[in-house]
Structures are given as structure tokens and as C-alpha cells.
């Protein structure tokens, strides 16, 4: 659409030519809304792979004894699930969902550097399909998405000439690690650089819609978190192949190191992977209530401390590993004091949704659904910082069930929110809202029977990454129900495929404000032009365009911000 | 007097007696079907500490849960949009309102984070002198336990183990796997060692982890108050077989235990007692031996590869045939096998059938293990079980 | 590009002409990023190091220390270091209006970032004849790696300047728009930081560990 009127020239081939053509547009293309909408699809096509990889577990794991997948197969499929579903799934859609909504949010009429982050995209596709076609290249990686050394190690493993981890699955994981943290380092510096310098007239930082904020704190959170990942599978790699001895007991190194390194990246990780997700709640539950978001500086700095936080928590994943008490006591105590920012936002979304006039939207289903799953999890967390109890339960079951909580319950749930809520301003369309509540409550069922069973089988005794195990009373009924879950999970994605391709070749019956929402990107067009703005607004509230709306009773008036 | 009258219960005491009833409920289901690795069914102290824990949390976590839901759902319903639902008051937020919800989940998390702490150290030590000490290896993929007299030579071994140059190792009183026996009402003190990668040692019914870190001397101490067989397992990934690195911990009266432990120091049952004289040299004993010394044949003379097949990994202290021991480490010690459960990890349970099932082929009950198939012919199998379930 | 983006992309500047240029903040985060990976690096090796009774670990071969004649890394040192100033003029000839005299003093500072890396070269020659590799023990691990990450980076400078000093040549900066020489130059200034941090810590640390 934008090169429409633009003479071309008549060679066979020729750039010009190509970034005219119907794909050659999306090839081409620096538009921070085709980069998203590239990068959330992406993301939610490796979502299906991630998905596929867990009915596979979930299968195998459905009654005892069962066969379905050979050992080495099923390390694989959940070291490609969770590796999959962080670096391939969440990260990429809210890095998709970021692209295109925050600048037209602050009122930019872009990134600030859009070919890097045309390269940030093609990066994450091409690290993607390199991780996943290493399944029929030798093997995938299959130890694990935390990938412990020694078990990745290229050396002598106990027993005479058997290699810790032969062949080459490790290297597939530590090389696409490598290329999909690139990525994330570029386009973090873009967000980075696009929130701080790129608002709009009147824009201020604290006027800036919460999921600019977090997707800001997000950003932070990568460009200082992510060159642990990047030093600790770098030495990794060099232990592997250039004969260093960085993580290898058997020559003065430690395993622990690795332990060390990556969870100084993957706990603000896991922040990573939420913090837009609140970003998303805060976003849409105001629009629905009809209601300004309850307390916004204190979901905003909230997030903020957050993001502090989590550089101080990484080693309440080594509880069980043998650390001195103080330490162990010191881990405990920054865990706990976590909680009480994400509790700050929990309490202020109920402020939101507390005498509202609420229109429950599927949107507004998911952003609820969100919150009311995201707590069972976040209190699930709360007890695993229970260090003596901990000990318990850690690599166990329950530790699953919290991972899914926060994350299928927490950020897919969110991500559902998002699609819902902004799908019209993406291709001007809405997504059936029929279809999308039955998906809703087949999404909650699902996931309450696949993972709530798991916190008792944790109790229960049952480890995490058993490829089976034997008949036991306890756990047959339990893990047969979480694969019941999982289907229904199952269905209700296929139910929103089918939805959503419904709606793509429907009518664009949108409009450009469907919501009567508050922030600037409701303001332009549904798709927005590639400038975005015919003229960039100026701002002087949180609430743009209901200013703009009601003019009898703006926010600035009413409220000092 | 009646106690429940249901007219009487208004909806905050009905929202005040659920959570009381969860909790109870919750209880009675879970302490009730947990089975036999239940965290929640503590059988010795330090399970005990941690399951307190646990009810405390979930007791706390049970009330933010209904509280926080309980505004949720209310809000979904009173406050949907009805056709004549009035704007709402557009309210920006209240800092009195901020700081108590602040301060109130400070102050229990605080109070949980107390009781965290306090535990944490109190189950650092025991309160009694520990009495038998086991140096646990962790191989992959089944549990070694090795048996010392004192703690010192217990930390000897452990360095020899890890490679170190030791003088004057001592040897273990007793040498077994899969299968853990400790008495009652005692502290076992246990070292960790892994040469490998890092195994992750558990009994839920005795205590919580300890990982298996290779260079680091990890340690740990449970006991068990009651008598009972109480399964283990390895929790941290650890490779192909990580689902079968199980083991069980068996805690028996003292009296039994004193029992056990000179049964375990005797040298192996010896089928061959009448005839000490035979070697590997002779040949097959021939159909008139009894099945058991055919199967200490093929024990100790059966080649495979070039090697001599059973006795390349595997130990039968005291026993020899000719002047050939049975001295191999890579696998577990045999010297007596027939006393245990398990077999190889928990992947079977040991009696005749499941050893027989092993024996022709481990590589189908447990791909990847280090135990190749070995080729034996029916007829060397039904031999084997018979002298390894010989070894009491 | 279409003529819509081109004009897109002017309104885009247009946004933020007060203040430092965009790339210049990209370039910050981006440093500081890198910056972190060092510190990484070097935080892995005094984990390792204090680990151990002793540093060097017996069994390793220990690395000739500078007080112990091995002087050529703190050559290296000077001329890395040194490095930085022929960059501070060529700004400095920049904003005169002196473009001819910019390729130049960019050519000095590769010149000595090339002779930096050939004596690193030839260290590591020397080490490896004596059989000090990566594999030996933790001393060869941390030294190759922290020394090679960053002989990697001043590599990755030297080209980066090497570009720089051709657009020069050809009369590529103007007065008002050479961000990438900024670029390049602040990319050089943190190559030399991290060397002082590397230095110190892989060299001068083990004289006080004996
Ligand atoms: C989205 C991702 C996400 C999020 C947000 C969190 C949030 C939290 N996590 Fe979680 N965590 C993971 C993802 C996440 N986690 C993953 C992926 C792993 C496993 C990695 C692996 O091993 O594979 C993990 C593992 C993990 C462990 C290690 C377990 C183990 O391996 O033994 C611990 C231990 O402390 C922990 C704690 C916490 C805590 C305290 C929070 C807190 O932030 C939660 C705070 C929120 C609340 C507590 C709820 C709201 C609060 C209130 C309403 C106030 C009142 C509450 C009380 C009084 C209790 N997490
Ligand atoms: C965002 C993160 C995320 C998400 C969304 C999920 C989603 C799911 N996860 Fe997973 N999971 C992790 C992150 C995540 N997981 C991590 C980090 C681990 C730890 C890994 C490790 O130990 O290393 C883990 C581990 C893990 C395990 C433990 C494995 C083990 O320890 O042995 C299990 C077991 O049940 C599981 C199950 C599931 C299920 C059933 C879902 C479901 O919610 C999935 C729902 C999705 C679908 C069902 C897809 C639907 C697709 C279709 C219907 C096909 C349509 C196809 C076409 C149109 C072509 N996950
Ligand atoms: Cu050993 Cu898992
Ligand atoms: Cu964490």
C-alpha cells in the first residue's frame, strides 16, 4: 500500500520490483507494524510447534509405562518445549506486540532504527528454524531448557569413553541461543532508545501507557541480563570444542558457574516473559471497566522494582545445590521481597475492575482470566521461596505447575488478551466474540485440570523430566487428567485458529476506535498508515484520546499527571 | 443448641467458613491419597519441618487466593455493564489504599519469610550425634551406598573417590545400590558424590533434595521415626535413564538393622562349596552341577568382547571361582544382590521373572544403561537368575 | 524505497532534533550490553579463581608474570591504550571542518590496534610452544578466553575503523553528519577500558596471589 503511485521500472528483477510484490513487501519491509505483525505471527506458530511438543509429552506421560516416545525423544521434545515456548513463543510476541503498539502508543511514527530491526526479525526466524530442523538433523538438544553442565559437556562422563553429551544437540541449542540473544539485544536497544527519545509532544514518561513502561523495563531487563546467557554458553562452547575447562569438576572448573551464570539471565527472564503481560492487563481491564487504570504510578514503578529485583533472586534455583545458609537466607529473603511489587499490581488491577461498568469482552475474559491465573501461580512461586520446602518440592511437579501457572495462565493468557483486544487495529477486523468465549473457557478448563494435578503430583512425590514411570495410586489418575487438560487446552487453540481465519477474510468492520479506548493508537486508523499519524497529537494526560473524546471532562483537568 | 443454622449464614460468613473447610478438606484428601512418596506424609524429622512448612504456606496462600478471587468475582458480577448501568465515577487511584496494601502482604510474607529462616537453620544440624554414615554415589544411572564406621573415614572415601591421592583408604563395611537400610530413630549422616553430572538425591517421605554436584562435597543427614520401606529418587536431570534412577530407603527397627548389617558383611553365598577346585579352564560345571553354580559360571567366565562379561562391572565380594574374583566397579556390587528390591535404578522389581526379563535384554527395559545385551542364551539366563538370587 | 517511506523517514529525524542523535543512545545500550558480557567474563574467572587454595592451581602451567620479565603485555598495554588519542583527534580535526586530516588519525589508531594484535599473536605463539593451551587447566581456560574475547573485539574495531577510514578517504563524512566515526570511536575508547580491566585482572592479580 505504500508503494502505491511509485513508477517501476521494467527490469525482470530489480529491489524495487521485489519490495512492490505481494511478499516482497513483507520481505523488505522497515515498518515497525509489518515487523510486529512478522514477529507475532512467528511467535505464534512456534507457539503450535511448543504446543505439538507438549501434547507429545502429555501423551507419553498419559499412563504409566508407555512408549509413545523413546527416552532420548522425549528429553528432547520438553528441552525443545520450554526452549521453544521462552525464546521462540513469548519472547518473540511481545517483542511483535511491543513492535507495533508502543510506538503508536507514545505517538512515534516509528522505531528509532528500523532496518536493525528488520535484522532483529529475520534473526529469530532463521535462529527458529534452526533450532527446530535440528530434531532431523541428529538430534535436538535434550538437556534440558536450563541445559546444566555437566550433562552438556563434551567430556568423559564417569564411565570409560562415553561422552556426557555426545553429538551435536547441544551445539544446535547453544548456536541458536546464541543468534536469538543477538536479536533480543537489538531489538531491546530499539525499544530502549524509541520510548526515550521518540514521544510524542506532551508524552512524558509518566504519561506513557503501562505496556510502554513495561515493555521498557523489559528492554533493561534483556540488555543487562542476556550477556550472562551469552558469556556462560559461550565458555560453554569453548569447553566443548576448544578444550577449556570452565564448568568440568575434574580439572578445577564447576558446574555450579553454570548454574550461576544462567540464572543471573534466566530469573529476569522470567520477568521478561510477564512484564508485558501486566502491561497487557493494565491496558485492556481499563478500557473495559470504563475506568482510568487504579493507581498508575504504582503499577508503573512497581514494574520498575520488578525489574531491580530480579537481578537479585537467580539462586533460589539452587537451593537444593549445597549453598552456604547465609546465602540461602539472602536468596530467600529477595524472593520474598518480589512479591510485594507483583502484589502492588494484582491489588491495583482489582482497584480498576472494582466499581467499573464492566464490558466483558473476550478481551476483557482473557485480561481476568490473566489475573485470576497468574495469582494461583505467583503464590504457587511465593512457596517455592519457602527455602526448607523448597527442597521438597524443587524439580519436581510442582515446580511445573508454577511454571505454567505464571506462564500459560500469565503470559498466554495475556497474549489471548492482546490478540483479542488489538486485532482490530492490526488489520481492521474484529475476531468473533462467540467463538473467542468458547475458546476462553475451553483455554481455563484446560489448564486448570493439565496443571493443577501437577502441584499435587509434585507432593506426590513425582519428579519433572521422568520420560515415564511405574503404576503408582497417586499419580496414574492425576497425570491422566493433566493430559485430558491438555487436549482441551488443544481444542481451544484449534477453535481460535479457526477463528481468527474466519475473521481475516471477513469484512473490516472495525473502525478505527471499536473499544472506545483511552490511548493514542486508538486515535489513527485501523491498519494505521505506514506514518501512522497524519499529525503526531499532543498529549497531556494518560488518557489521550478520551481527552480528546470528552472534552467537557478531560483527565488533565480532573487528574495532575 | 444448634451450631449451623443455614438461614443464619450470610454471605461474608459463608466466604469466612470456606476457607477453613478448604483448608480441612484439603488436608483430609491429600494426607489421605498422597501414596507412597507423599511430602505431606512425613515419617521423620526433617520431612516433618518441611511439611510444616508447607501447610503453613498453603494455609496463607489458601487466604490471599479466596480473598483475591473473592474481589474478582464479585467484581465480575456486580459491577458487569447493564443497559442502565450509570458511568462509573472515574477515579485515578488512592495512596491511603496503596500504602495498606503494601504494608499488609509485607507484613505475612515477612512473617513467612521468619519462619522460612528459622527453619532453614534449624534443620542445618541434627539434634543428635549422627550414627551411621553412608557415602552415596551417584552413578548413571543408579544410586551406590557405602557403609563406614565413622565419619572421618567416610570423608576418606570420599576423596578417594573423587580422585584425590588418599593413603590408607578404608574400605566401606558395606557396599550396596538401589536399596538404602538405615534403623529407626537415629541420624544417618550421608556425602554426596558424583563424578559424573549432577544427580539430585530425595526420599520425600525422609527429607527434601540435596544435589549430587561433582567437586562439591555435599552433605546431608535425615532419620526415620517409623519402620518402612520408603522410595527415593534422583530429581535432577541427569540423562537418557533419569526416570529410572529410583531406590528405596528401608528403616528397621535396630535389633533388624543390627541383623542386616551382619548379613551384608558376610561374603556372598558361595553355591560352590564342595567343589572349590573348579576354573574357568574346565569348562561349563556340566548338567550335574546345580543351577546356581552353572549360573557362577557364566558369572565369572562367560566372555563377551574379549572380557570376561559379568565380572568386568560387577563385585561378589568374597567369592571366586578358580583363582578369578568378581571386582568390577562400573556396575552395581552383587555380593548381595538376592537381598534386594530393586533392580538396576527400580526399572525392575528384583524376583525371577523381572531379573529374567533384565538379563536377556537390558537394553530393552532401560535404553541407554550401561549394561549391554549380552547374547545369553535362555538356558545361561535361567542359570544367572538362579546364582544371583542365590546371593542372600 | 517508496517515496511515502523516504518522506516518513525525514519526519522521523525531524522528531528528535534536540539532543544527542538516536544512534548515539543505541550505541550507548549497545556498549553497555557488551560491556556486561566482559563483566561476565571476568566475574566467571574470579569465581573459578577464589575457588581454589592456590592460584595458579597446581598442575597448571602458571602464566609468566610481568615482574617476572614478561613485559610484552604491558607494551601492549601502552600501545592499546595510546590508541585512543589518534580517535580524540580525529573528532577533534572533524568539528574543525579538517576532513582531510580525519583518515589520517584514523589510520594511526588501526595501525596500533594491528600491532596490538600482533603482539598478541605472538604471545600466544610463545605460550602455546611451552604448551600453555585453552586446555591448560583453569589458568589456560581463563586467560585464552578472557584475552581472546577480547583480542575478538578489538579485531572487530580495527574493522570498523578500517571502514571508517576508507568513507574518509573517499570524502564520506561531512561536518555535520559522520556519526558512524563517533561510532567507531566510542566502540575503540571501550575496547581499551575493558584491556585495563582484562590486563589488571589476568595479569597484574596473580602477582599478589604468589
Ligand atoms: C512468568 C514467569 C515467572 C514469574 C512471574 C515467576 C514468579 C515467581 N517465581 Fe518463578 N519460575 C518461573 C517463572 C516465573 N516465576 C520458571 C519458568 C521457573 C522454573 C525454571 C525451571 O526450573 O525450569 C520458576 C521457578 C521458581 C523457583 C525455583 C523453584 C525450583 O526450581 O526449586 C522459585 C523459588 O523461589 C520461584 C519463585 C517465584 C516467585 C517468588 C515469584 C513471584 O514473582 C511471584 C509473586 C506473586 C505473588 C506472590 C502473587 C501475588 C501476591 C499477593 C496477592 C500478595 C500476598 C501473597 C502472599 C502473602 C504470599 N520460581
Ligand atoms: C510459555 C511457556 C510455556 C507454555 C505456554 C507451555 C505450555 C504447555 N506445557 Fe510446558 N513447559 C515450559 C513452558 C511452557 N509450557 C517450560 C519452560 C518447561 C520446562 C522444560 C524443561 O524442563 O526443560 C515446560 C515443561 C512442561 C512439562 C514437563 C515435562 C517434564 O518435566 O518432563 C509438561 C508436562 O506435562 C508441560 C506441558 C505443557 C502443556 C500441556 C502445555 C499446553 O498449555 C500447551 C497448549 C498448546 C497447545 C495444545 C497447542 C495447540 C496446537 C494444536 C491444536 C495444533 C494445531 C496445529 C496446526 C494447525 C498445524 N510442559
Ligand atoms: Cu540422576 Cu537424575
Ligand atoms: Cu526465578
Known sequence: ?561 | MRIFSPRKLSRAKLIGWSIPAIVVLGVLFLAGCGGDSSIIDPQGPVALKQSDLFWFIFIVATVVFVAVEGVLIYSVVRFRARPNSPEPRQIHGNTRLEIAWTIVPSLVLFLVLGYTIYTLVGIQEPANKAQTFVNVVGHQWWWEFRYFESAGDAQVDVNALNGQAVQNAPTPTIVTADQLVVPTGTVVHLNLVSTNVIHSFWIPKLTGKTDVVPGHDNHMWFQADTAGTFPGACAEFCGDQHAHMRFEAQSMAMTDYTAWVTAQQKPAHDPDTNTPALTCDQGWPGNDATLALQGKYYFFCKTFAGNNACISCHSVYGSTYGNIKALGVVGPNLTHFGSRDLIAGGVLNNNQDDLTKWLTDPQQWKPGNDMPNLGLSPDEVQALVAYLESLQ | MSAVAKEHAEVHEEAVSEGRPLAWWGMVFFIASEALLFANLIAAYLYLLVRQPHWPPPGNIPLELVSQGNILPAINTVILLSSSFPMIFARRAMNQGKLKQVPWYILATIVLGAIFLMFQGVEYGSLFAEGNTPSNGLVGSTFFTLTGFHGAHVTGGVIFLLVQFFKGLRGGFTQKKHFSLLAAEMYWHFVDVVWIFVFSLVYLLPEFLK
Not at chain 1, 545445590?321 to 494484582?346: E, M, R
Open chain 1, 1 to 561: 500500500m505504500a508503494v502505491q503511485g511509485v513508477a517501476i521500472p521494467e527490469r525482470a528483477f530489480s529491489p524495487e520490483r521485489l519490495s512492490a510484490s505481494k511478499i516482497g513487501v513483507w520481505l523488505t519491509t522497515t515498518d515497525h507494524k509489518r515487523i510486529g505483525i512478522m514477529y507475532m505471527l512467528t511467535g505464534f506458530f512456534f507457539f503450535l510447534v511448543g504446543g505439538i511438543e507438549a501434547l507429545l509429552i502429555r501423551t507419553q506421560l498419559a499412563v504409566p509405562d508407555n512408549v509413545v516416545l523413546s527416552p532420548d525423544l522425549y528429553n528432547q521434545m520438553f528441552t525443545m518445549h520450554g526452549t521453544t515456548m521462552i525464546f521462540l513463543f513469548v519472547m518473540p510476541f511481545f517483542t511483535g506486540l511491543g513492535n507495533f503498539v508502543v510506538p503508536l502508543m507514545i505517538g512515534a511514527r516509528d522505531m528509532a532504527f528500523p532496518r536493525l530491526n528488520a535484522l532483529g526479525y529475520w534473526l529469530v526466524l532463521f535462529a527458529g528454524i534452526f533450532l527446530s530442523v535440528s530434531f532431523f538433523a541428529g538430534g535436538a538438544p535434550n538437556a534440558g531448557w536450563f541445559s546444566y553442565a555437566p550433562l552438556t559437556e563434551a567430556i568423559n562422563c564417569g564411565r570409560p569413553g562415553a561422552l556426557c553429551s555426545p553429538g551435536q544437540n547441544m551445539d544446535f541449542w547453544i548456536l541458536g541461543i546464541q543468534l536469538l540473544g543477538l536479536s533480543s539485544i537489538l531489538g531491546s536497544l530499539n525499544f530502549v532508545v524509541t520510548i526515550l527519545r521518540l514521544r510524542a509532544p506532551g508524552m512524558t514518561i509518566n504519561r506513557m501507557p503501562i505496556l510502554a513502561w513495561m515493555t521498557m523495563v523489559t528492554s533493561f531487563l534483556l540488555l543487562f541480563a542476556l550477556p550472562s546467557l551469552t558469556a556462560a554458553s559461550a565458555i560453554l562452547f569453548f569447553d566443548r570444542h576448544l578444550g577449556t575447562h570452565f564448568y568440568q569438576a575434574a580439572f578445577g572448573g564447576d558446574p555450579l558457574l553454570w548454574q550461576h551464570l544462567f540464572w543471573s539471565f534466566g530469573h529476569p527472564e522470567v520477568y521478561v516473559l510477564i512484564l508485558p503481560a501486566f502491561g497487557i492487563a493494565s491496558e485492556v481491564l481499563p478500557v473495559f471497566s470504563r475506568k482510568p487504570l487504579f493507581g498508575y504510578t504504582f503499577v508503573a514503578w512497581s514494574g520498575v522494582a520488578i525489574g531491580f529485583l530480579s537481578f537479585t533472586v537467580w539462586a533460589h534455583h539452587m537451593f537444593a545445590v549445597g549453598l552456604p545458609v547465609t546465602a540461602q537466607s539472602f536468596f530467600a529473603t529477595t524472593t520474598t521481597l518480589i512479591a510485594i511489587p507483583t502484589a502492588v499490581k494484582i491489588f491495583n488491577w482489582l482497584g480498576t475492575v472494582y466499581g467499573g461498568k464492566l464490558n466483558m469482552t473476550v478481551a476483557m475474559y482473557f485480561a481476568i482470566g490473566f489475573v485470576a491465573m497468574f495469582l494461583i501461580g505467583g503464590l504457587n512461586g511465593a512457596a517455592l521461596a519457602i527455602v526448607p520446602f523448597d527442597y521438597q518440592v524443587t524439580d519436581s511437579y510442582f515446580v511445573v505447575s508454577h511454571i505454567h501457572y505464571v506462564l500459560f495462565g500469565g503470559a498466554a493468557l495475556a497474549i489471548f488478551a492482546a490478540i483479542f483486544y488489538w486485532f482490530p487495529k492490526w488489520t481492521g477486523k474484529l475476531l468473533n466474540e462467540r467463538l473467542g468465549k468458547i475458546q476462553f473457557w475451553f483455554l481455563i478448563v484446560g489448564l486448570n485440570l493439565a496443571f493443577f494435578p501437577m502441584h499435587l503430583l509434585g507432593l506426590f512425590g513425582m519428579p519433572r523430566r521422568i520420560y515415564t514411570y511405574a503404576s503408582n495410586p497417586a499419580w496414574d489418575g492425576l497425570n491422566l487428567l493433566a493430559t485430558i487438560g491438555a487436549f482441551t487446552i488443544a481444542v481451544g487453540v484449534l477453535i481460535f485458529i479457526v477463528n481468527f481465519f474466519m475473521s481475516i477474510r471477513g469484512p473490516a468492520t472495525a473502525g478505527d476506535d471499536p473499544w472506545d479506548a483511552f490511548t493514542l493508537e486508538w486515535m489513527t486508523t485501523s491498519p494505521p498508515a505506514v506514518y501512522n499519524f497524519k499529525k503526531i497529537p499532543t498529549v497531556r494526560s494518560r488518557r489521550p484520546f478520551y481527552d480528546f473524546k470528552h472534552p467537557d471532562n478531560p483527565d488533565w483537568k480532573s487528574a495532575h499527571h
